[in-house]
């Protein structure tokens, strides 16, 4: 399927065809993520953040900066008419008409899909409620791809809040499309829920359950770790129950294969150690950097084609 004028939504809708096609985009955009082309020049993309975020806004905005487009938008409830009790059909409707393409972020389930069907621009989900944030994933994958040169035969721990984190399911549903062995740790609370299970059975991919990362640490050859959700948990006494039950340190890498690489979608809270940073396995700073050419790889796909 081609990229062009393609709704983003969800992990499940891009084959290896669709990522392999994005990431020889993003590697080519490497090259000027911090200068400029006008590939999209006189075209507008709005950012419709009903949620707080610092990388996947910024980054998408820098990427449309350096494609040469401009960018419009709110990053927060307060600063939109939905303050005002305006409806989120209403507001994407607006947005479509002053806009080429729109990307945006929800705490409900469903909300890109259902601004999608509104709206007549593409539309890129952001991250919307607990399953979904189809971007970090591909940004994930393509982070790793960078790092070993392929994402085929590695065994990839995901290590804390399997349960609320939407780049949990939405890694692991891309990943479906490579093989690769998966190593999930967490407590036993956050394990992932029923569907991913399902997910993971129906497409017959190699996954394990663990409750700690030194069960599995020395095959691992990428560990991503994500924070606990903590503004998702329905019961705030659960989350008192697991906050700061894992937290990866230089220690607890003991053991590790010497070309481990440690990512981490951020933010992060106290679950990856800052001593950790100047190690050879932290490479979530340079994850967090791929961001500006994969999202100007994704733009320049969906609102110019191949
Ligand atoms: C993630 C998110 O919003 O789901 N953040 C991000 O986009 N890098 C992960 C998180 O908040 O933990």
Redesign the pocket.
Same mark, same amino acid.
Request: no cysteine; charged share 25%; glycine share 8%.
């Given at each position: 399927m081609t990229w062009l004028n393609r709704d983003v939504i969800s992990s499940l809708d891009f084959n290896r065809e669709d990522l392999m096609q994005l990431f020889n985009e993003a590697k080519e955009m490497e090259n000027y993520a911090k200068s400029k082309l006008n590939i999209l020049d006189g075209k507008i993309m709005a950012t419709a953040f009903f949620?707080?975020?610092? $990388?996947?806004r910024l980054s998408f905005e820098a990427a449309m900066l350096r494609l040469g487009g401009r960018v419009l938008g709110f990053g927060s409830v307060e600063a939109s008419s939905v303050a005002k009790g305006e409806s989120l059909g209403d507001t994407i409707r607006m947005l479509d008409s002053y806009s080429d393409i729109i990307v945006i $972020?929800h705490s409900l389930e469903g909300a890109a899909k259902y601004a999608a069907d509104i709206a007549t621009v593409p539309v890129v989900n952001?991250?919307d409620g607990t399953q979904n944030?189809p971007?970090?994933a591909m940004?994930d994958a393509y982070t790793i791809w960078r790092e070993y040169g392929r994402i085929d035969d590695l065994t990839i721990g995901i290590l804390g809040?399997l349960r609320y984190?939407?780049?949990v399911t939405s890694l692991v549903q891309l990943l479906s499309n490579f093989k690769v062995k998966l190593r999930l740790i967490s407590p036993e609370i956050l394990r992932p829920r029923r569907e991913l299970v399902d997910f993971m059975r129906m497409r017959g991919m190699n996954y394990s359950l663990h409750l700690n990362l030194s069960e599995v640490l020395s095959e691992l050859d990428v560990l991503y770790v994500?924070?606990i959700?903590r503004e998702r948990f329905p019961d705030p006494v659960e989350y008192e129950r697991v906050k700061g039950s894992f937290k990866v340190t230089p220690e607890s890498l003991i053991g590790a294969k010497d070309t481990l690489i440690v990512l981490h979608?951020?933010?992060?809270v106290d679950e990856v150690d800052h001593r950790l940073d100047s190690t050879k396995y932290a490479k979530y700073f340079r994850q967090?950097a791929l961001?500006v050419p994969l999202r100007m790889a994704l733009l320049k796909l969906v609102l110019k084609g191949d």
């Open positions: 949620e707080p975020s610092t $990388r996947t $972020r952001a991250g944030h971007t970090q940004l809040d984190a939407r780049v994500v924070r959700q979608p951020l933010p992060r967090s961001g």
